[in-house]
């Protein structure tokens, strides 16, 4: 009896803090801007096609590779294969881990500012719903206030990494992430409830082809890794500390459906309002910042309701962030035999220093651009649409191809089974999945977004 319930607790604490590494402002800051400049439904099927075809499949390969070596993403693919090649791969993803996180905590620290605004009852001085908007944009360039919510959310981080007092976060995160779950359901409510909310719903989920191109079709792909944490090791890192009883397989479905429920939910509280209220779906970083006051303003206790979701939303984001520096950390704990608060040290400072001209892209550093970009796009823009693909592909190379599929299923049966018996075609599937399609249309996407794939097809012509 006690070993069942231990069994049990310690196949929740995974899925918790899977879901808490997954689950943060990927859902709920990114998803619904980037839906709204890549024209709405259509981009929103082909993220949910993503994260069924090359995310799950993905993710069940990461965190068996963790799972299955008992080590940090540098150090698993030293005990599964041993070579350089690989191991600079898991180190490829220590990189974007780094360059996620600069940028990251930028958006965090407009969370936690927007903390203090809503409990200072800003938002009822709002006239109309573009006051909102004004308000984000005097805000961001405001060069102090910017810096200063950045580097408190970075501190924050570093903190909590320094001491090690995770366990603690994800104690308190059982009980807080179901109530930014149940807030989320409280808006999606009110903002239905809106006048004009179908207009917004029709945005989201009534696709009009003509908006899809290359470029759309790798954002998707970009965020379905980045909204489950995968490509860089995180989920590896997790895997390592699972039981080998537990199923790989439906823990990895679960965080799946978990994540997208968070990001859909999300999706239609702020659709809904965006449209009701009159304001532009594109209005890109900032769009939860133009929208979300709106509605709080507009609803019954709303400064309470307002108070509380931001802070909310920081602390996902902050059960996040400590998973990226804790990547970043463990590999130079683990493989370089760094002290522990050294490395949090100089790579939290490090790391926040990157972020800096990510904070400045909104105020003095807004017309320097790199390749069309300021430097808060390009750091996103490199880490989720290329780092972390990349990133992907090879690990669907190396569960495929390179580990050796006699070695992956009895690891992957392990804790599941029952299902293997009950659904043998299922595990052939995965299997199909993880070695030729995933890695086909992950590299099929990366040619079609750099025009290549329109030259091939030209040629053929
Ligand atoms: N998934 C998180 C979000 O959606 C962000 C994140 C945390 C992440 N850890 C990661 C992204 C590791 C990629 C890799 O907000």
Redo the contacts with the bound molecule.
């Keep these: 009896m006690t070993e069942q319930r231990e069994q049990w607790g310690s196949r929740l604490g995974f899925i918790l803090a899977a879901a808490g ?7 709920i800051w ?1 998803f619904p801007y980037i839906a709204g400049e890549n024209g709405g439904a259509a981009f929103v099927f082909i993220y949910l096609v993503c994260i069924a075809i090359i995310g799950l499949p993905v993710l069940v390969g990461e965190v068996l590779i963790g799972r299955s070596s008992h080590r940090d993403p540098v150090g698993a693919f030293k005990v599964l294969h041993g070579s350089k090649v690989w191991m600079a791969i898991g180190g490829m993803g220590v990189f ?2 780094f360059v ?1 996180l600069s940028f ?1 905590s930028v958006v965090a620290g407009w969370s936690l500012g927007y903390i203090i605004e809503s409990y200072n009852g800003v938002f009822y001085n709002f006239q109309s719903a573009g006051d909102a908007g004004n308000h984000f944009g005097s805000l961001v360039s405001n060069v102090e206030w910017i810096l200063s919510f950045h580097t408190i959310f970075f501190i924050l981080t570093m903190i909590i990494v320094y001491f090690g007092i995770q366990k603690g976060i994800e104690r308190y995160s059982k009980i807080l992430m179901p109530l930014l779950f149940i807030l989320l359901v409280v808006m999606v409510f009110r903002g239905l409830s809106l006048e004009g909310a179908d207009k917004g719903l029709a945005f989201l989920f009534k696709p009009d082809w003509s908006k899809i191109n290359g470029e759309t079709v790798l954002v998707a792909l970009g965020h379905a ?8 090791g ?1 989920m590896m890192t997790y895997g390592s500390y699972m039981s080998d009883k537990d199923s790989v397989l439906s823990a990895s479905l679960q965080i799946v459906i978990l ?1 997208t429920l968070i990001a859909m939910l999300a999706g239609v509280a702020i659709f809904t309002a965006v449209f009701a209220t009159g304001q532009d779906p594109t209005a890109g970083p900032g769009l939860i910042f133009h929208t979300l006051p709106v509605v709080f303003t507009k609803m019954p206790g709303g400064q309470i309701f307002s108070t509380l979701f931001f802070l909310l939303l920081t602390i ?2 902050l059960t ?2 400590i ?2 520096l804790e ?1 970043v950390v463990a590999f130079f704990v683990d493989e370089l035999k760094w002290v522990r608060h050294k490395a949090v040290i100089l790579f939290g400072l490090v790391t926040w220093g990157i972020g800096i001209p990510s904070a400045l892209s909104f105020n003095k550093m807004s017309e320097v651009h790199f390749f069309g970009m300021t430097f808060f796009d390009v750091s996103d823009y490199l ?2 649409n290329i780092l ?1 693909p990349l990133g992907g592909f090879f690990i669907a190379i190396f569960v495929g191809w390179v580990w050796g599929f006699d070695k992956v299923l009895p690891k992957l049966k392990s804790g599941a089974e029952d299902f293997f018996d009950k659904y043998p075609e299922r595990i052939t599937y995965w299997q199909f999945f993880i070695k030729y399609l995933a890695p086909v249309l992950i590299f099929l996407v990366f040619l079609n977004s750099v025009g290549l794939l329109d030259k091939i097809k030209t040629l053929f012509n």
């Design positions: 590494s997954a689950i943060g402002l990927g859902n990114k974007a881990g996620i990251y890794f980045f909204t489950l944490s995968l490509g860089m995180a994540d996902a984001a996040s962030a998973s990226l990547v880490a989720s972390l």
